[in-house]
């Protein structure tokens, strides 16, 4: 029998809130705090499971009235916002993602570290990586390949395949170490993807930013030499390699450099690039 929760905020907020999977409502409000199999701030979703499995009405109550409960931990706030039903959704998700755990011992993998299926993606994140320039930045895309742009070379490094980051080495030097790939390396870019004619063998390189679309995508901006570029990467559907959106002020015929080992097309259908449809093309490369 469910026990009704007499709290008018509770409805207020969840219909702001329909359109979050529950995936998407643990991820904004609960991921900083609870990791499937080791307690971060507060137990692991493998321990709530245990509690609360077959008590969805106590896991809701308590979400909306969380009391302190340990010593030395700090008091989860009130998830009121979220509405009865997000919650009802959330506990599902709870049992759903802890089936099958077990809870790690104390010292074992990394409590920093979230489970490849709890990374959020897209995202874009501003790290110093392996092999790349202090201006690294690590893209996840969606699927399970990440990428990394080297901001202070203007051009992709690599895209690895599996998780995102580990970035405890990282934080833990305090910004003075590397932080590690979750995952293995399927593709390595050592030069430009297309080359014209008369370009420098050093290009003046500048940095201009980049935007990040509504579902997250970034698009960097640069240029090299003068001419100003701006590129977006994509997974394929099958996860089989990426696309990159490529539009250029040069107006210069291009030729696309092939990489050994890659399947590498153009939107043009061939290897090289006429100056016209050099402003705007697309390069699609494969890796299995």
Not at 45 to 74: A, M
Not at 155 to 162: N, P, T
Request: net charge neutral; glycine share 10%; hydrophobic share 35%.
């Amino acid at each position: 029998m469910k026990h009704p929760i007499v709290f008018a905020a509770l409805f207020s907020g969840s219909a702001a809130l329909a359109a979050n999977t529950p995936a998407e409502l643990f991820q904004m409000n609960c991921s900083a705090c609870h990791a499937v199999d080791h307690m971060l701030v507060g137990p692991s979703l493998v321990e709530i499971s245990g509690l609360y499995r077959d008590n969805p009405d106590d896991f809701v109550k308590w979400c909306i009235q969380p009391q302190h409960k340990r010593e030395g931990v700090v008091e989860m706030p009130s998830m009121t916002h979220l509405g009865e039903p997000a919650l009802r959704e959330l506990h599902q998700y709870v049992i759903a993602a802890a089936a099958g755990k077990t809870e790690l011992k104390k010292g074992d993998g990394d409590p920093f570290t979230p489970p490849r299926e709890m990374v959020r993606r897209p995202q874009v994140q501003r790290i110093f990586l392996p092999d790349a320039s202090p201006a690294a930045i690590a893209v996840a895309l969606p699927g399970d390949l990440s990428y990394c742009f080297d901001a202070g070379e203007c051009r992709l490094r690599y895209v690895w395949k599996g998780g995102f980051i580990v970035g405890t080495p990282y934080w833990k030097a305090n910004g003075s170490s590397l932080a590690k790939l979750d995952g293995d390396v399927v593709y390595r870019e050592t030069e430009f993807p297309v080359a014209f004619e008369g370009e420098s063998k050093h290009p003046e390189l500048k940095f201009h930013g980049y935007r990040v679309s509504k579902e997250g995508i970034p698009t960097f901006s640069y240029s090299r030499d003068g001419v100003a570029w701006q590129e977006t990467i994509l997974p394929l559907p099958d996860g089989s390699g990426i696309e990159r959106r490529f539009e250029s002020t040069g107006g210069r015929p291009l030729a696309v450099r092939t990489v050994s080992g890659i399947s590498v097309s153009s939107s043009t259908g061939t290897g090289s690039i006429g100056a016209p449809e050099a402003k705007s093309f697309t390069l699609t490369y494969r890796w299995k």
